[in-house]
């Protein structure tokens, strides 16, 4: 196991503006830890400078506190998992997997010994003499996983490793990959744009916009709270509603905003004085919407989703001001063009001023 510091961490490409901009990131001995964002916002590369594929333009990175800023990536006992699998296909799935220590000259006894271990932890001892075009996508990750552990890195990078799966797949590689950290313990540091992965995944989860981090933290602190809207976009499915209001006042108990319909609501958040009759955006998750006859939310029904035990009602026309996705118990009955109105408990909105960032709660 190993932790991992970033420093100041910058990434240009030929003098253009930085995809990266001056990080500081801190993961702990053991922890998996899950980059998400949309595409474009810097992940890959953040990955890619601890990897040592890319020379950050300024600050540094430490492994167990030693500086690997400018190491090769031979150096930094690292082992790193790519979206495309980059299997052999000349080779069997044990020689592929044997690749990295056969590279090293390691003796046969160990290379046998250590593949029949990690075959044995990935469930491949019955695939070990196929090749790749022989296995299904789900296999051939396997693999990849298993040239990537055989030489016991100290931490263990995966970029994107489910993106060319089905959703089936998808969903039983995040258990292997839950498994898989559980059994070696290792210090995991996995990118992907997908929240479902980094909820059910991460220790904690690090969210990035514009080459920026915007938030670290646990996943249920950070879908309760969103330090910014980028982050209350990035986790949640549905997305967390999001409304322009303007705030109309403001007591030591919260604030009051009103509505685009001009209904207005209350907010267990702490606002400067000064900030009354200034807009701002009003966050609500769909399952924190209450049926409520006169409530300040609401609209006719314009799509409706019965999803098993859950039922989504998107009220409004999509892309309206005042358009909101409601959480329904799975037995309500609703028709299309049903005008429903709802409300919510004053601690379960959320305020963002007009920079995007998170005002205080009035509750602790």
Do not use: W
Not at 10 to 21: R, W
Not at 27 to 41: M, R
Not at 313 to 326: D, I
């Amino acid at each position: 196991m190993s932790s991992i510091a970033v420093e100041g961490l910058t990434k240009s490409f030929g003098g253009a503006a930085p995809v990266l901009h001056p990080t500081d990131l801190e993961i702990e001995d053991g922890e998996f830890v899950v980059i998400v964002g949309p595409s474009g916002c810097g992940k890959s590369t953040l990955l890619r400078l601890l990897a040592g594929l890319e020379a950050p333009t300024a600050g540094r990175v430490l492994i167990d506190g030693r500086d690997v800023t400018r190491a090769d990536p031979a150096q930094r006992k690292i082992a790193m998992v790519f979206q495309s699998y980059a299997l052999y296909p000349h080779l069997t799935v044990a020689e592929n997997i044997a690749f990295p220590l056969r590279m090293a000259r390691r003796d046969k006894a160990e290379v046998a010994r250590k593949v029949a271990e990690v075959a044995e932890l990935l469930e491949l001892g019955s695939l070990l003499d196929r090749r790749p075009r022989a296995l299904s996508g789900g296999q051939r990750q396997r693999v990849s996983i298993g040239r990537a552990i055989i030489r016991d890195p100290a931490v263990l990078l995966l970029d994107e490793p489910l993106s060319n799966l089905d959703t089936a797949l998808r969903v039983r590689m995040r258990h292997e990959f839950a498994r898989l950290h559980q059994r070696l313990g290792a210090t995991m540091v996995y990118v992907t744009h997908d929240q479902l992965e980094a909820m059910t995944l991460a220790n904690r989860i690090v969210v990035m916009a514009h080459g920026r981090v915007e938030q670290v933290g646990e996943p249920l602190d950070l879908y309760a709270r969103p330090a910014t809207i980028r982050v209350a976009e990035a986790i949640g499915s549905p997305a967390m509603n999001l409304l322009p209001v303007t705030v109309a006042a403001v007591d030591e108990a919260g604030a009051t905003v009103t509505l685009p319909g001009g209904a207005t609501c209350r907010i267990a958040a702490r606002l400067p004085a000064a900030d009354m009759g200034k807009a701002a955006t009003l966050g609500v998750r769909p399952e924190h919407l209450r049926p409520e006859p006169g409530g300040a939310f609401g609209g006719r029904v314009e799509l409706f989703e019965r999803l098993g035990p859950l039922s989504f009602a998107h009220l409004g026309e999509r892309g309206a001001a005042g358009a909101v996705v409601a959480q329904l118990p799975s037995d309500r009955h609703v028709t299309l063009g049903e005008a429903i109105c709802f409300s919510v408990a004053p601690e379960n909105a959320q305020l963002f001023d007009g920079e995007g960032v998170a005002y205080p709660r009035a509750i602790p």
